[in-house]
């Protein structure tokens, strides 16, 4: 996916991984997963570090042209050419491809130097090991970096009405060095729907990334008020186009310069499927585009660059 193909939805497959999330049968997840692909939708983000996601997904989409996206997870060691190698292989064997579509690099210690890691994946593209290289939550100076040693296609990051610390500086990066953007966390783990409008305190629910992940983010940008406001002003648009809060949610990042795609997490709801799916393939006017970007620039913090205060 470059950044001139059609925007489109991948469904973000974090959520098959049972050691952070409930665990899911695999016959429920071949069920939604019929559902996905009997709606049109091709694309999978899943990684190494997402514990059976890539096995069940290699068993289940056998044989299927699908794109799964998956990652390569280093954090704070420089690997050798042997242990990279070794993690493609692992990644091919699971999800039993003999290529691999996208592989992302995720983000790792700024400190380290991995200008040897980039050469590496810069050969196993040249060898048609993977089709494409990403990375995921790399800062600015990173990418810059990395771009010195081997082409980047997309990068992963979240970008959200609370989180836009994208736009500081990356978006520019991206657009100027063709590099599609690929949001996640896009409806805030699911804060951005009608069923948190007008709840007075955000839940911190066990496993769901909405408790562990996205609080924390929403503390960070300014607390949950501005978010219930946010709420507010995305129900008045909804209403206008007979949509949910959600599905506005995830246009206005898909309308946003330089994102392709949106990555929204597995669900089994059938219901949510639909909505996420047709959440993207309608166009919100540049009025309502400009409303809600503004709305949201007056009411959240933007702190730093990309993955500032997570690392
Ligand atoms: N690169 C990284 O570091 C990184 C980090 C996080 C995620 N990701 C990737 O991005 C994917 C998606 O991220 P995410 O799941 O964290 O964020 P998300 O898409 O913002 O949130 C997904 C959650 O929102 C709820 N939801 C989905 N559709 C909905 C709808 N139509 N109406 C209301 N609620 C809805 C669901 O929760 P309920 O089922 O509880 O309603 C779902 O689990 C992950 O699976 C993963 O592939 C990558």
Same mark, same amino acid.
């Given at each position: 996916?470059?950044?001139?193909?059609?925007?489109?939805?991948?469904?973000?497959?974090?959520?098959?991984?049972? /050691? @952070?999330? $409930?665990?899911?049968?695999?016959?429920?997840?071949?069920?939604?997963?019929?559902?996905?692909?009997?709606?049109?939708?091709?694309?999978?983000?899943?990684?190494?570090?997402?514990?059976?996601?890539?096995?069940?997904?290699?068993?289940?989409? $056998?044989?299927?042209?699908? &794109?799964?996206? &998956?990652?390569?997870?280093? %954090?704070?060691?420089?690997?050798?050419?042997?242990?990279?190698?070794?993690?493609?292989?692992?990644?091919?064997?699971?999800?039993? /491809?003999?290529?691999?579509?996208?592989?992302?690099?995720?983000?790792?210690?700024?400190?380290?130097?991995?200008?040897?890691?980039?050469?590496?994946?810069?050969?196993?593209?040249?060898?048609? $090991?993977? /089709? $494409?290289?990403?990375? &995921? !939550?790399?800062?600015?100076?990173?990418?810059?970096?990395?771009?010195?040693?081997?082409?980047?296609?997309?990068?992963?990051?979240?970008?959200?009405?609370?989180?836009?610390?994208?736009?500081?500086?990356?978006?520019?990066?991206?657009?100027?060095?063709?590099?599609?953007?690929?949001?996640?966390?896009?409806?805030?783990?699911?804060?951005?729907?009608?069923?948190? /409008?007008?709840? #007075?305190?955000?839940? #911190?629910?066990?496993?769901?990334?909405?408790?562990?992940?996205? !609080? @924390?983010?929403?503390?960070?940008?300014?607390?949950?008020?501005?978010?219930?406001?946010?709420?507010?002003?995305?129900?008045?648009?909804?209403?206008?186009?007979?949509?949910?809060?959600? +599905?506005?949610?995830?246009?206005?990042?898909?309308?946003?310069?330089?994102?392709?795609?949106?990555?929204?997490? %597995? &669900? +089994?709801?059938?219901?949510?499927?639909?909505? !996420?799916?047709?959440?993207?393939?309608? +166009?919100?006017?540049?009025?309502?585009?400009?409303?809600?970007?503004?709305?949201?620039?007056?009411?959240?913090?933007?702190?730093?660059?990309?993955?500032?205060?997570?690392?």
């Amino acid at each position: 996916m470059n950044s001139q193909e059609k925007s489109s939805l991948i469904v973000g497959c974090w959520q098959l991984d049972d /050691r @952070s999330w $409930k665990r899911i049968p695999e016959t429920d997840i071949a069920r939604a997963l019929d559902i996905y692909l009997a709606l049109g939708t091709t694309h999978f983000d899943t990684a190494d570090i997402y514990g059976r996601s890539e096995s069940v997904l290699g068993r289940l989409l $056998k044989g299927s042209d699908c &794109t799964i996206l &998956t990652k390569a997870v280093f %954090f704070d060691n420089i690997p050798n050419s042997t242990q990279i190698r070794s993690k493609i292989e692992n990644s091919l064997r699971n999800l039993q /491809r003999d290529t691999l579509d996208c592989v992302q690099i995720h983000w790792h210690n700024p400190e380290l130097d991995f200008a040897s890691t980039f050469r590496v994946f810069a050969e196993l593209l040249e060898q048609g $090991k993977i /089709r $494409k290289l990403g990375v &995921t !939550n790399f800062n600015t100076p990173m990418l810059e970096k990395a771009l010195q040693y081997a082409t980047i296609s997309t990068h992963q990051v979240q970008y959200s009405l609370i989180d836009r610390r994208v736009e500081n500086s990356m978006q520019s990066l991206c657009l100027q060095h063709n590099i599609a953007l690929l949001s996640y966390g896009s409806l805030a783990g699911g804060f951005l729907s009608d069923k948190f /409008r007008g709840i #007075s305190s955000p839940p #911190s629910e066990g496993s769901h990334a909405r408790g562990f992940y996205y !609080n @924390s983010m929403i503390r960070a940008h300014g607390g949950w008020q501005p978010v219930l406001e946010m709420l507010d002003t995305l129900a008045e648009v909804a209403k206008k186009y007979e949509k949910t809060i959600s +599905q506005v949610a995830l246009n206005w990042v898909k309308q946003q310069s330089g994102v392709t795609a949106v990555i929204s997490g %597995f &669900t +089994q709801d059938r219901q949510q499927i639909q909505k !996420n799916i047709e959440a993207l393939s309608f +166009q919100l006017d540049k009025d309502e585009l400009q409303l809600l970007s503004a709305r949201s620039s007056t009411l959240f913090k933007q702190p730093g660059d990309i993955y500032s205060y997570e690392r």
